[in-house]
């Protein structure tokens, strides 16, 4: 596994092996944005990094530019914000030839102060606020995505209609079927391994043509970095090879959904501080209240693990998705899962997002209400059992974006942990999402009223 240091990245654009750097940070859609650099020119002027325009914080997936922000608009000129690049995240990337890429964070030009509306420097706030806790948080995301037998550039021509996905079949754990999709998950688990990104392994999913990348737990933010570089690596290996890649949460409304479960603990000292051999299922007191927290603020933070219209139609009954408020014990009907049992490698596993989701943003819910129910001292009611998606005593996960939406701006918690500022801008955007929605024609709308209206 390589990371590169400075000196590394010298020697290899000296022998020619590297001549660009990509120079990127992560939008709020959890995208990678940026400058390819020469790499002589980023060596020599790696400490200052550069800049770009401010509205990369403010757009929505089609990268326009919707009026409504107040910190980025039309009004204030849209300026620049500095990239300063996090040297610890330079790597190789293998996909592309005589490529490195560095992820960087935002500043204030004029200030340097850090800008509380990126993705990483609002996951970067709640790490800090375990850290002074005594905590390191860990985590690890799975990723599902689908896989299909034409090319983007195909799909879009075709309007996207008659989809085909690469395998016809489920092929959940299936070694015959996953083995069809091989030409691009075997490039991208050694691709990404020699990034220095600790793939475990790839599987097919329990849908046909969908696919789950699982990678080694790291910490909070390394975690949402391997996460937001596997899915570029999945979407550019697969157009190389011709196919296109999804990670829509819903892509077809009789066909299973695509998640993106986070897991998570906390360390103290090396040390799991969610297992105690002698609690209950090997939870510590500190366990159960970090979870009691992550089930009381749910719907707070579901706008920040459900960004999208398309992300609440994954919420169905029987397809794995959970439509309950509720933990359980490996049980996967219920929001929220214990893993590893028993074991010092005890978790919680949430598995509300959506592969839609920005981890960044996921990452820092979840934090900020498992830590505020540590701070509460709350206790943790028994494990649901059976069948959750029937259990009527759990409350039902928000099945809107308008409900999740009304949740996240009165939620006082996360008005706390993150900041009015934050609240604003990320309501902001969710406005925009039901505003383009409202506006558009559906072929739904075309079938249902074009004759008989």
Request: charged share 20%; hydrophobic share 40%; glycine share 8%.
């Amino acid at each position: 596994m390589t990371i590169m240091t400075l000196e590394s990245l010298a020697q290899q654009v000296a022998s020619g092996q590297i001549d660009t750097v990509l120079v990127a940070f992560v939008d709020m859609q959890g995208r990678l944005m940026g400058k390819r650099f020469h790499a002589a020119h980023f060596l020599d002027s790696a400490g200052s990094g550069t800049h770009c325009c401010n509205y990369l914080i403010a757009t929505d997936l089609d990268m326009a530019t919707p009026e409504g922000y107040d910190a980025v608009n039309w009004q204030k000129g849209f300026g620049d914000y500095a990239l300063k690049p996090d040297l610890a995240t330079l790597r190789p990337v293998p996909w592309l030839n005589a490529t490195a890429l560095v992820i960087c964070d935002l500043f204030d030009p004029a200030t340097d102060a850090p800008i509380a509306l990126s993705p990483r420097q609002i996951l970067r706030t709640q790490i800090e606020r375990a850290r002074a806790m005594g905590f390191e948080p860990m985590m690890a995301t799975e990723l599902e995505f689908f896989l299909f037998a034409r090319s983007y550039d195909e799909i879009r021509a075709s309007g996207w209609r008659d989809l085909e996905t690469l395998v016809r079949y489920n092929q959940d754990y299936s070694i015959q079927f996953g083995a069809r999709e091989e030409h691009i998950m075997q490039p991208v688990r050694n691709a990404l391994y020699a990034m220095g990104v600790p793939v475990e392994n790839t599987k097919g999913e329990a849908e046909a043509g969908q696919h789950e990348l699982n990678i080694r737990y790291a910490d909070g933010m390394l975690a949402c970095d391997q996460h937001v570089i596997s899915k570029q690596a999945v979407k550019e290996i697969a157009f190389q090879k011709g196919h296109g890649a999804t990670f829509m949460a819903k892509w077809q409304a009789d066909k299973v959904g695509s998640a993106a479960h986070l897991h998570q603990s906390l360390f103290e000292g090396g040390r799991n501080v969610f297992h105690d051999p002698k609690g209950d299922h090997g939870m510590s007191g500190l366990m159960r209240s970090y979870v009691a927290g992550l089930l009381k603020y749910a719907p707070d933070c579901l706008l920040l693990m459900a960004p999208y219209i398309n992300s609440y139609k994954r919420f169905v009954p029987g397809t794995f998705a959970p439509t309950r408020i509720a933990w359980s014990v490996d049980n996967r009907t219920a929001g929220f899962r214990l893993v590893g049992e028993n074991t010092r490698a005890v978790r919680v596993e949430t598995r509300i997002p959506g592969s839609d989701m920005n981890p960044y943003l996921t990452a820092a819910s979840q934090l900020a209400a498992g830590l505020a129910g540590i701070e509460e001292g709350l206790d943790l009611a028994p494990p649901s059992t059976g069948d959750i998606y029937g259990d009527d005593r759990a409350p039902d996960v928000p099945s809107t974006i308008e409900a999740a939406l009304a949740a996240f701006q009165g939620s006082e918690m996360l008005r706390t942990a993150l900041g009015p500022e934050v609240i604003a801008h990320y309501s902001r955007a969710a406005e925009v999402e039901i505003e383009d929605y409202a506006r558009a024609v559906t072929d739904y709308e075309l079938r249902r009223g074009f004759e008989k209206a």
